[in-house]
């Protein structure tokens, strides 16, 4: 079970920390994806081959392991790997990035607490402050140190290079590139090329002799390194026309993802490889006793056959051009970094709106101490040049330049590399998301209009790997505690928990997806318009996806009032306020829609945005019908009475009569006899204010309950909201197609 298990954590691992190496590239469109994952996939393959394997993390890292039973290790590793899969896969389906190596520590922290409080129990001389015989605490504590450490460093140094390198190179870089180019990348490539010698081939693999040598040699091969960079990137700009910053792209993606196969692959495998060390320590003892056999054998170094290594890099590699979670991880990353506005994956909170108006209180402050002049020319820096302001108009277009992602992978490789040798407990994942998170501040990509979003999404990913911390130990304490005392069984309810849990999260996953794509189609950005026709053709497409719901929903409004079938209520109210969304979010669009528009379309761009006004309108109407409706159901209330759901009923036949024929003029393009339709609304106005008189005379009769009059009432007057507003959404698409056709 932990072989197999193995390969489940190898899958949903790499889904997560494929952000860390992918997200420069990917971010800075410096190449297709296929060449991208091509050069990421040799960097796996060669960190996994030439890793270490030594998995001293899951050996003895956390606990001590000859205070502990062969059965209670193996209780302890399997809680463990269940653990990291449900963990690492909730994260993963929701698109956030977290360490896996924080996942692992405090798995393995929980795991073995539960087993030492349960042999503490037990024995009859020892008590809860022996604990620390059987656990290695300051680990954990220096892995928390480590959190809070490689946040705040990697953010600001991210942030200050990233603004120098922006003030040398500006946004019109190509220029800059001629003089300093060779120099930025040399430096650049060296900086890289120590953070593969200390951190990438650290412990691994290699003869002895090379081994020495490269730590003998360090710094001449850094100095000797720079200059063959810098003469070579040179020749190679003046021979071939070659782009400096993608040759740096190229390398730290290389690199980045040779030292995450290289050292991250322990927090995958290293589990189930100490549970294949302990089995076959175990068996090779004869009349060893599971309950009693001792397992201090865990605490020597065993490296891992190099088979295995490469059979693991394989997984991982499959698992890059497989993923569809490793895709959502490494989104969330170029949403909060993206240059430009756009649709915003998180929302704002108090602290964020706090930090912004700081932020924007310190800035006047400053600009009012600063020379204009000075302040005029460090703007002029930062100045994107008109042709790429539409950077959020294609789904195509880089959601950063390659200065920025050449400064990701540079600062985030020294980092790490500096940690490294420093011995400190740095993660790969945290200092690659904060780095980028740094730049992209820095590179004022967080305007006043998305700042707050922003600051959120950082928040809320920060909080996710504190969350990663409690969930691990606490999932893992739990699991261990089930498996000790259920046996057997409990193994197979655990295994079949958690099989059914990764069945959950992938419905699910698949089911935001397949929305998300809905959603593009319905309401999604216009993204190569020709002409003005194309625009209304969008327009138009998206009032009759819109028009077409209207009568279903009105239709389950009423029989659910009617029958008081709470269920059925609760249902339409997710429906509509799904349809509310989408049409808000294609208002928010609106103006990436007249940005894209040419100058002999702009007369045509009111009309989509009076269409977008009015569909939006009428998702208000349903939401503001609906909403009541089902809270007053939900508690209980008195649903219509007979004459009240005939009377509605009244409505729905003429409202579904008059927007069939809507449907068919929009679709038909048709607008030459709409006085039909018109006087269809009259008379449904009319009849609402008849049935308005009807229940006004109820009430005065007390022959109604008053909170369901009440609500009868509002609908009747969201109901003809519904009417105008869809009849005004006819006559603006009536005008829109004979402004496009003058």
């Known amino acids: 079970m932990l072989i197999i298990l193995a390969v489940s954590d190898l899958i949903v691992g790499v ?118 015989k059987y656990i290695n605490s300051d680990k954990a504590l220096a892995i928390i140190t480590g959190i809070l450490l490689s946040v705040v460093v990697a953010f600001t140094v991210g942030a200050l290079v990233q603004y120098l390198s922006r003030l040398l190179f500006s946004f019109k870089f190509s220029k800059s590139l001629k003089y300093f180019g060779a120099v930025w990348g ?100 004869p009349g060893a006793v599971p309950e009693t056999f001792m397992m201090g054998a865990l605490g020597k170094a065993v490296a891992t056959p190099v088979v295995l290594l490469m059979l693991a890099g394989v997984i991982m590699i499959l698992t890059l051009w497989l993923s569809k979670k490793a895709k959502s991880v490494v989104a969330t990353t170029l949403d909060l970094s ?58 195509n277009t880089a959601s950063f330049d390659v200065i920025r992602a050449s400064v990701n992978l540079v600062v985030a490789s020294i980092l790490i590399a500096f940690g490294t040798s420093l011995k400190l407990p740095l993660s790969t994942t945290y200092v690659t998301f904060m780095v980028a998170m740094g730049t992209s501040l820095a590179d004022r990509a967080w305007g006043r209009d998305s700042a707050v979003y922003r600051i959120q999404g950082v928040f809320s990913v920060i909080g996710g790997w504190f969350l990663t911390a409690l969930i691990a130990f606490t999932v893992a304490l739990i699991v261990a505690n089930i498996i000790y005392w259920g046996g057997i069984i409990a193994i197979f309810v655990v295994l079949l928990g958690a099989g059914f849990f990764i069945y959950r999260t992938h419905i699910l996953h698949k089911k935001r997806e ?31 996806k819109g028009l077409n719901r209207v009568p279903g929903f009105y239709e389950s409004l009423i029989k659910g009032l009617s029958t008081e079938d709470r269920l059925l209520l609760k249902e339409l109210k997710k429906d509509v306020r799904k349809f509310n969304k989408k049409a808000k979010k294609n208002k928010d669009r609106i103006d990436q829609t007249v940005k894209s528009l040419q100058i002999d379309q702009i007369n045509t761009g009111h009309f989509y945005i009076q269409s977008t006004d009015y569909l939006r309108e009428i998702a208000h109407s349903l939401n503001f019908m609906v909403t009541p409706a089902s809270d007053h159901i939900e508690n209980n209330h008195t649903g219509l009475s007979e004459v009240q759901s005939e009377e509605l009923k009244g409505l729905l036949v003429g409202i579904s009569k008059m927007y069939r024929e809507m449907i068919a003029k929009i679709e038909s393009k048709d607008y030459k006899s709409l006085e039909d339709i018109f006087q269809q609304q009259q008379q449904l106005l009319a009849l609402i204010n008849e049935i308005r008189i009807n229940q006004v005379k109820r009430i005065h009769e007390d022959d109604s309950h008053t909170r369901t009059s009440l609500l009868f009432l509002d609908i009747l007057a969201e109901t003809k909201n519904l009417i105008l507003y869809s009849i005004n959404l006819l006559k603006s698409q009536r005008d829109f197609i004979i402004e496009i056709t003058i």
């Open 514 to 544: 397949s929305e998300k794509i809905e959603d593009e189609k319905e309401m999604g950005i216009i993204s190569e318009i020709t002409s003005s026709s194309s625009v209304f053709e969008k327009c138009q497409n998206q009032t009759i």
């Open 186 to 285: 040399g430096l650049a490539i060296t900086a890289i090329t120590y953070f593969m010698l200390i951190k990438g081939i650290k412990g691994a693999s290699l003869p002895e002799g090379v081994s020495s040598f490269i730590k003998e040699n360090t710094f001449q091969i850094i100095i000797y390194g720079f200059f063959a960079w810098t003469i070579l990137l040179q020749l190679l700009t003046w021979l071939f026309k070659v782009s400096i910053p993608k040759v740096i792209v190229f390398v730290g993606t290389f690199a980045l993802a040779m030292a995450f196969a290289g050292n991250d692959l322990v927090n995958f495998i290293g589990v189930p490889l100490a549970g294949l060390a302990s089995y076959n320590e175990f068996i090779s003892t």
């Open 338 to 395: 993206r240059q430009g506005t756009g649709d915003e994956r998180f929302g704002a909170s108090l602290m964020s709106r706090s930090i912004v108006r700081g932020a924007l209180s310190l800035n006047k402050t400053v600009t009012a101490v600063l020379p204009a002049g000075f302040i005029q020319k460090i703007d002029s820096r930062f100045e994107i040049p008109k042709h790429d302001k539409k950077i959020e108009i294609t789904k």
């Open 15 to 132: 889904s997560n920390d494929a952000v860390n190496f992918l997200n420069s590239a990917i971010g800075s469109r410096v190449a297709s994806i296929k060449v991208i994952m091509i050069i990421a996939s040799l960097g796996v393959l060669a960190g996994a081959v030439f890793s270490s394997g030594l998995m001293e993390v899951a050996r003895k890292g956390i606990f001590h392991p000859e205070q502990f039973a062969f059965s209670e290790i193996m209780i302890i590793f399997l809680a463990v790997m269940v653990t990291d899969i449900f963990l690492l896969d909730l994260f993963n389906t929701f698109g956030l990035p977290t360490s896996t190596t924080v996942s692992i520590v405090f798995e393995l922290l929980g795991a073995a607490v539960a087993l030492s409080i349960i042999k503490i129990s037990l024995s009859p001389t020892e008590t809860f402050l022996d604990i620390h």
